[in-house]
């Protein structure tokens, strides 16, 4: 267990629908990383948020957005969703603002979208 | 950009032989250097992380890796594999210091090993 929580595990939606996907991080962390993982694409950076700020974007489309709240945990909104937005997303947390530190990863939600 | 590239798709061994996946990066400057692996219906979990020191690195259940800088590659081995050694294997990179510390992962390798 990596203390990273996701919520929910799976998730069944239809074409144009919108979903939330949530992220608690490790206590302490700061850092949270959202990546989405497709058989086609691989493993990709989504996201990145330090302390409530969005610090970096990756290959995230416009109809996905994110946000991290005070108490820390993070959400990851995907609207008007196609069958290619089915995949595994993490989140993954750690301390620090940069890189040089283990990051720690979630159970991930499985999107489905019919 | 920075790129990483797993040679192998697939490995399939028996149990008992030894294992060596191949990881190479582009990136000029100063990187740190990760291997994750994903059990079968898991999350990535960390087997071992390079930032200084040392080129060899030792990491959980008897995984071990090298980082030749000259080569840009930190490939990985395990002298003899078991049943339960079966997962993808990623490698990944974090530039070093600076502001981001997203990773940037490989394709990933499965490994499969057979009783």
């Known amino acids: 267990d990596s203390g990273v929580t996701q919520t929910p595990k799976h998730l069944i939606t239809a074409t144009g629908q919108r979903v939330t996907l949530r992220c608690s991080p490790r206590?302490?962390?700061?850092?949270v990383y959202w990546y989405q993982q497709s058989l086609d694409q691989g493993l990709q950076f989504l996201i990145h948020?330090?302390?409530?700020?969005?610090?970096a974007k990756g290959n995230i489309l416009e109809r996905f957005s994110a946000q991290q709240f005070p108490d820390l945990h993070s959400e990851l909104n995907l609207s008007s969703l196609e069958l290619g937005d089915s995949a595994l997303y993490f989140c993954?947390?750690?301390?620090?603002?940069?890189?040089?530190?283990?990051?720690?990863f979630g159970p991930g939600t499985r999107l489905t979208v019919l | 950009a920075q790129s990483v590239s797993q040679h192998n798709h697939h490995v399939i061994l028996s149990e008992a032989a030894s294992l060596e996946l191949g990881c190479n990066y582009s990136?000029?400057?100063?990187?740190?250097l990760f291997w994750y692996v994903q059990y079968p219906g898991q999350h990535l979990q960390l087997l071992l992380k390079?930032?200084?020191?040392?080129?060899l690195v030792k990491g959980i259940k008897g995984f071990e890796a090298e980082f030749i800088k000259s080569k840009f590659s930190f490939n990985l081995r395990k002298p003899s594999v078991q049943w339960s050694d079966t997962a993808e294997y990623f490698c990944?990179?974090?530039?070093?210091?600076?502001?981001?510390?997203?990773?940037?992962f490989g394709k990933g390798t499965k490994l499969s090993v057979k009783p």
């Open positions: 390079y930032f200084s020191g040392d080129p």
């Open positions: 948020y330090y302390n409530g700020e969005e610090r």
């Open positions: 990944a990179v974090t530039r070093y210091g600076g502001s981001q510390g997203n990773l940037i």
């Open positions: 206590s302490g962390d700061l850092s």
């Open positions: 993954a947390s750690n301390p620090e603002l940069a890189g040089n530190n283990e990051q720690f």
């Open positions: 990136y000029g400057g100063t990187v740190n």
